[in-house]
């Protein structure tokens, strides 16, 4: 049932869990074993490769908006390059370009019977669970960058403003299918109660 | 809550006074109701007249006309605004027409109605008039404002629609079957009104800038602690701070909170005076408030996070947004076991995160309790106050697990109940130990949809309101 809607080889050498923060606290972990939750690895869902590639270009570009920032700097002033600036960037770059990336890949997503779990962050980790019974609308969006990359987001709304569960970096077509399962699921919920 | 016996209705003199309004004729407003309105308009009125007064005083009589020709104006707007008011109850339906340009057609199905409250403002009062606000389930459009009846009719036409509403034949009298939960204290509402921030607030900073410039002043020869301009700002403070107390004071007054078939029943206010249903289902979350300052007397706040709409431009602060105040003020213990008795079960005093959460949070960790009970969720958080938040667990909207770097390497995490409304609307378990926080993610959403299922059993086996069993007299009482 559960349908991994990541792409190849991204979907599957995406890492288990990110260690480097700190020992593995998640809920889902430590449930794996006679927990309510079904946790092998592989029954998530992850996002596209996508989404990785176009956080990292999104660093790469402030990257290079910085570097032309200190350009013009040097024209105008007939100065020298502003080294703070350059600095900036390739920090910008050195730490940011994987940072992204492993933010990208945390990003994961389970249908369960009742209920969907979203989780996501590295530094600062999430763990939404949005029973099917409670979602109100289900929207699929993309802006101008995720067009540009082809892809998508599929966000869940409850009747509280604080459910942040969203799902960022589908391929468009997998999303209106989430899309589409979820609305269903949902109507179901609303019949069945 | 008394309801004359004789059929009050001008419009239908001819049907008995049991079903006065099913007919499906058309009712006007009270006659009167346009100059309510124009009173209630009267200070901007006074404003806009005052200016050109001010502005040539020593001038001609220019302006004359024109302010007797504004007040026509504005009578006459009413008129037509009262005239071309209408509304009905059709089958099923509450319908109300108004506009004279764009008319604008509110229906509203009986069997969405969600609460029927009476408000009358200061000018209302005089005449004996008040409002009737129809509040449907959903957003704000679907409310409907009766504005204004006689003090009689409204209260006939609360009753109907309440009876119409809950689709029962038997006469459903509020006034009949109801128990007072808590009374507002006049002597204690004045102390605590001035205690809290809110109110201070103004004063505070008034007083922080004065402070701040006299200190500036301090080392010059001609320093005096008060000059004109540090008194005209202390004067201008304790107006602010008088005002914000009057008007707080005035809306709390004799305020009480009472249990009807309907739900809660609230009442209170001097100038302006509020009646409101608030349906047990409506109400999405209890926050048990102890501002700092309270702390010293026990006292503490009770508020209703309430689903609906938003606030409205035309609506009163007391009877609109998503929070109403059950009780303003009253010793703690009072509180929790009013707070206790809505959720339906004793509240637990609830547990403290391990002592590793100190490190995160020193200043609210003596704050910081959480607890799991059967139906709903107990959290307190806060700093200098406390926030102590109930959650029915039927309620619950979604659940959150977050755990930032410092908590990962104390072993903690928070785990969030989100309840309906806006961010932060809903419950905390803040920094509760990680294998805490695991247990309760996992059995959570299990919970909230047991929950749920047996409050919606309920509902069907025709009880409204979230409590198993129908009032009883309360046990805070006794003591």
């Known amino acids: 049932m559960h349908r991994s809607l990541g792409h190849g080889a991204e979907a599957r050498q995406a890492p288990t869990h990110p260690t480097r923060f700190g020992p593995l606290t998640s809920p889902l972990v430590e449930a794996d074993v006679d927990g309510p939750i079904g946790l092998l690895d592989s029954a998530w869902a992850r996002p596209s490769a996508g989404l990785r590639r176009m956080?990292?270009?999104?660093?790469?570009?402030?990257?290079?908006?910085?570097?032309?920032?200190?350009?013009?700097?040097?024209?105008?002033?007939?100065?020298?390059?502003?080294?703070?600036?350059?600095?900036?960037?390739?920090?910008?770059?050195?730490?940011?370009?994987?940072?992204?990336?492993?933010?990208?890949?945390?990003?994961?997503?389970?249908?369960?019977?009742?209920?969907?779990?979203?989780?996501?962050?590295?530094?600062?980790?999430?763990?939404?669970?949005?029973?099917?019974?409670?979602?109100?609308?289900?929207?699929?969006?993309?802006?101008?960058?995720e067009q540009l990359f082809h892809l998508a987001t599929v966000q869940l709304h409850t009747?509280?403003?604080?459910?942040?569960?969203?799902?960022?970096?589908?391929?468009?077509?997998?999303?209106?299918?989430?899309?589409?399962?979820?609305?269903?699921?949902?109507?179901?919920?609303?019949?069945?109660? | 809550m008394t309801t004359g016996n004789a059929d009050l209705s001008p419009n239908a003199p001819h049907l008995p006074a049991t079903r006065p309004d099913v007919d499906g004729t058309w009712h006007h407003l009270h006659p009167l109701s346009p100059v309510v309105q124009l009173g209630r308009g009267?200070?901007?009125?006074?404003?806009?007249?005052?200016?050109?007064?001010?502005?040539?005083?020593?001038?001609?009589?220019?302006?004359?006309?024109?302010?007797?020709?504004?007040?026509?104006?504005?009578?006459?707007?009413?008129?037509?605004?009262?005239?071309?008011?209408?509304?009905?109850?059709e089958r099923g339906v509450l319908r109300v027409d108004t506009g004279l340009v764009r008319r604008r057609v509110t229906q509203l199905p009986l069997a969405r109605i969600q609460s029927v409250d009476i408000v009358r403002p200061g000018t209302a009062r005089i005449f004996g008039l008040a409002e009737l606000r129809v509040r449907s389930g959903g957003s704000h459009s679907g409310?409907?404002?009766?504005?204004?009846?006689?003090?009689?009719?409204?209260?006939?036409?609360?009753?109907?629609?309440?009876?119409?509403?809950?689709?029962?034949?038997?006469?459903?009298?509020?006034?009949?079957?109801?128990?007072?939960?808590?009374?507002?204290?006049?002597?204690?509402?004045?102390v605590a009104i001035p205690l809290r921030a809110r109110t201070l607030a103004p004063a505070l900073m008034v007083a922080?800038?004065?402070?701040?410039?006299?200190?500036?002043?301090?080392?010059?020869?001609s320093a005096r602690p008060f000059t004109s301009t540090l008194l005209t700002a202390l004067a201008v403070a304790i107006v602010l701070t008088a005002i914000a107390v009057f008007r707080q004071y005035t809306a709390q007054f004799g305020y009480e909170v009472s249990e009807t078939a309907d739900g809660l029943l609230l009442r209170g206010g001097v100038i302006g005076t509020v009646t409101e249903t608030l349906s047990h289902r409506r109400v999405q979350a209890l926050r048990v408030v102890e501002p700092c300052l309270w702390r010293p007397f026990g006292w503490a706040q009770l508020v209703a996070d309430v689903a609906g709409g938003q606030r409205r431009k035309d609506e009163d602060r007391a009877v609109s947004g998503r929070q109403r105040i059950l009780v303003p003020v009253a010793p703690r213990g009072e509180v929790l076991a009013l707070a206790a008795r809505l959720a339906g079960g004793p509240l637990p005093s609830g547990t403290a995160p391990p002592p590793a959460a100190r490190l995160k949070a020193p200043l609210s960790y003596p704050m910081l309790r959480g607890a799991l009970a059967d139906g709903f969720a107990v959290a307190s958080i806060g700093r200098l106050r406390r926030l102590t938040t109930v959650v029915p667990l039927a309620r619950v909207q979604s659940i959150r697990w977050t755990q930032g770097p410092v908590q990962r390497r104390l072993g903690l995490a928070t785990v969030h109940l989100d309840a309906v409304g806006r961010r932060g609307s809903g419950l905390t378990l803040r920094d509760r130990s990680s294998g805490e926080a695991n247990r309760l993610f996992q059995e959570l959403p299990d919970l909230c949809q047991r929950a749920l299922r047996a409050d919606q059993v309920k509902q069907s086996a025709g009880h409204r309101g979230i409590r198993p069993d129908p009032p009883h007299p309360p046990d805070m009482l006794d003591s």
């Open chain 1, 55 to 145: 956080r990292q270009a999104e660093v790469g570009a402030s990257a290079v908006v910085i570097l032309l920032i200190a350009w013009i700097a040097t024209l105008s002033q007939a100065a020298a390059l502003p080294w703070s600036l350059v600095g900036l960037a390739a920090a910008c770059l050195l730490l940011g370009l994987p940072y992204v990336g492993r933010k990208a890949r945390s990003w994961r997503f389970l249908e369960r019977e009742s209920d969907l779990l979203v989780e996501r962050g590295v530094m600062f980790r999430r763990l939404s669970v949005v029973p099917y019974g409670r979602m109100q609308t289900v929207e699929v969006a993309a802006g101008p960058v």
């Open chain 1, 159 to 193: 009747a509280s403003a604080a459910t942040d569960a969203r799902i960022p970096g589908m391929a468009p077509y997998e999303a209106e299918q989430l899309r589409e399962r979820l609305v269903q699921r949902g109507e179901a919920f609303a019949e069945g109660l």
């Open chain 2, 42 to 89: 009267l200070p901007g009125l006074v404003i806009v007249l005052a200016l050109p007064i001010l502005g040539h005083r020593g001038g001609g009589t220019s302006g004359d006309w024109s302010d007797v020709a504004l007040i026509v104006l504005a009578g006459a707007a009413g008129l037509v605004s009262w005239w071309v008011t209408r509304w009905r109850l």
């Open chain 2, 143 to 190: 409310d409907a404002r009766l504005a204004y009846l006689s003090s009689e009719r409204a209260e006939e036409v609360r009753e109907l629609l309440l009876r119409l509403a809950s689709g029962s034949t038997a006469v459903l009298r509020p006034g009949s079957a109801e128990l007072t939960l808590a009374r507002a204290s006049s002597v204690r509402l004045l």
């Open chain 2, 208 to 221: 922080l800038v004065a402070g701040g410039d006299w200190a500036s002043r301090l080392g010059s020869p």
